[in-house]
């Protein structure tokens, strides 16, 4: 890392000035990363920040030197080789003035210090409204109450408390694995309407309980918490309150336990409700359990403990590496490597100590940026898709803040940063052709462009086996796993009810001739009537032909019979329609997936150039596809109407086409016709995606497609 140079040109602004610390301004000595750091506390403004020793020897020679030029000679000569630059010194004593922790020979001293002040507020004020999403509201000082309670409270902070939290999880845990199955199954209400209020007041409880979690402990080691209030987290009130007084913690496990504090108390709470829900049975307490088990524990890991978001595990991981202000020391670190390697800006300072810093902290900026980008358009789609216009007001809100906002900082920094002295005109040329290119990039180069589709792999033929008529099974002519031909028998069953109605209408057949050869002759009027009810007998007699020759259950086209559990019910009655198995082919597949007919109009415009299908499982080969055909999704296709036309007496049901749903949109089915492949072992109802190569067109192009598809599938616009 190069050393910035030890001269500089502002230096004749502050050499004779008379400055020291105001009052009430403390600094005591931290140890990073083996290195000896001193944190400068502001008590007034409960701020903190970090020096160098270089640094803070300066500063205690401004306390015994008359000017700030004294200053830096003495300490130039007790230690020339570490002694801080003139640039360094000018930079440091902004700083500190900016932040009103300097008392200087100036006239108003007072109300400079007021004006600071009044400036940090506003700074502070204007932060948290930029921050829109994420906007905290100061309501208490909790200090004074944490003290009265620590006594109360403060002894579960031991290795008697550790104990006792360990007990706790432990049997927690245990109650959720020998309970695993109802658990889960309880899952699916959840987001009930039922249950959403108590789930909403579970949240507030246990959040209330986790920031108090950080002040207990914040207290315990001796900081002070001078802020609790209100976070209104996408709107969304949820308490916090303000310990970074443990950021001048000397032992950095004390720091990393504050930090930890709120999930503690979080897994805590869960294992309690854990051992409460497996006890109790169903009511009020039992889902209120169960919500707190929900939010305390895979909410805390989710969110808490994620250090790619400012919450716990993010200061945590801050205390851990000792690398305070993570975030914005990486997004220096990244700033850096752009002045230095795309503006060329000379004597740039790494914000880093060494390369391997220097490459994941540009990786920690680059993941957190993308994660939250993510986080929030899946909070935005969640949201919109319940209430729209609150979705719509934050997409506008996100548009703002993360375009808008961003690129006004941007176009700021290139008109006004004194790093760019000299090179500003270059970086903004830079600026300028790098978004030119980006957007010619993004708007006029051909990119590859595929469509992919989930579907199901079937066999060509497939139709499932139901029996035709109530009867008792009494014989499996055909063992499962038997290839057979199209209409070989399979099952045979028998119907004494349906015998005994057959014998009933042959009698009432006969007597039927005899009543007509006699009214032939007295009544013909009677005679017509009775012949008009001989041929009703003689309809319902072929039905009930039918219905018995159905009992013979034939093979509806040729395959493979498959019926693994048939033969444990021989013997037993079956009813009208039951399932018997299926018959499937074993040379001819096809992959079926629904898709929507926008989508359809584009991959059959003779605009497909390649298709592939890989299956779930088989991930490693993609086979090869010889025909692509469409089929409205509520059309029976060809199969269907095959098999719908099929004798009732072969016990045929096929694809049942009255019964198909319909859509409210039009949707197709789309068969991809697979070639057989000897490598890849195909089974009727594997998963599977299909991926459509089309021909090359501009990532704007695709991106607004897809933009438009997702609005119209979601919320019909």
Partial sequence: MNRPPTFDESWHRVEDRRVCLRPGVEIFPQRFRGMRWYVVQDSLGNRFFRIRPPAYRFICELERSGTVGGAWERSLKNSPEEAPGQGEVVQLLSQLHQSGLLRSDLGGDVTALFEAQQKEQRRQVTAQWANLFFLRIPLINPDRFLQRTLPAVGWLISKLGLVIWLLLLVLGVKAVAENWQQFRAESGGLLGAANLPWLYAAIIVIKGLHEYGHGYFCRKFGGE?????????????????????????????????????????????????????????????HAIAYNVIIIASVGTLLFNLNPLLRFDGYHILSDLLEVPNLQSRASRTALYLLEKYVFRVPNTANPAETRVETFWLTFY??????????????????????????????????????????????????????????????????????????????????????????GVIRSDPFARVYAGSAGDLVEMLVPSGTVV????????????????????????????????????????????????????????QQKLADQKASLLVRAPVAG???????????????????????????????????VRQAEVARLFGGNIQKTGVKVRGQEAKTLAVSDLQAIPADHPGENGRQNSNQPQAQG????????????????????????????????????????????????????LRSLRQLFQRNYRV
């Fill in 225 to 285: 918490v001078p802020q609790m209030g209100i976070m209104l987290l996408l709107f969304n009130p949820l308490p916090y309150v303000d310990a970074s007084s443990s950021w001048a913690f000397r032992e950095k496990s004390k720091r990393a336990l504050v930090g930890a504090a709120g999930m503690i108390v979080e897994i805590l709470l869960a294992s309690v409700a854990a051992i409460v829900w497996a006890n109790t049975r169903e009511g009020i307490e």
């Fill in 365 to 454: 900026f680059v993941a957190s940026f993308i994660y939250r980008i993510l986080l929030l358009v899946g909070i935005l789609l969640l949201v919109s898709g319940w209430f729209f216009i609150i979705g719509i007001l934050l997409a506008i809100g996100f548009f703002v803040l993360w375009l808008v906002v961003p690129v006004f900082k941007a176009i700021k920094y290139l008109l006004t940063s004194p790093r760019l002295e000299g090179r500003r005109h270059v970086a903004a040329a830079i600026c300028l052709g790098l978004v030119m290119v980006l957007g010619a990039a993004i708007s006029l180069v051909p990119m590859p462009s595929h469509f992919r589709a989930n």
């Fill in 485 to 540: 031909v199209e209409g070989q028998p399979l099952v045979r069953m028998v119907s004494f009810d349906l015998d005994q109605e057959i014998k009933l209408l042959q009698l009432d057949l006969r007597r039927l001739e005899t009543l007509k050869r006699d009214a032939l002759e007295t009544d013909p009027v009677r005679h017509l009537s009775l012949q008009e009810y001989q041929q009703a007998l003689v309809v319902r």
């Fill in 560 to 594: 493979r019979w498959i019926s693994p559990e048939l033969g444990t019910v021989v013997g037993a009655t079956l009813q009208r329609g039951t399932e018997l198995g299926v018959v499937q082919g074993e040379e001819k597949f096809y992959m079926a997936a629904v």
């Fill in 652 to 703: 045929v049901a096929g694809m049942d086409a009255g019964r198909q749903a319909m859509s409210s949109e039009p949707f197709f089915e789309v068969r991809a016709f697979l070639v057989p492949d000897s490598t890849c072992m195909l089974v009727h109802g594997q998963q599977g995606i299909a991926r459509l190569d089309l021909p090359w067109e501009p990532l704007l192009s695709q991106w």
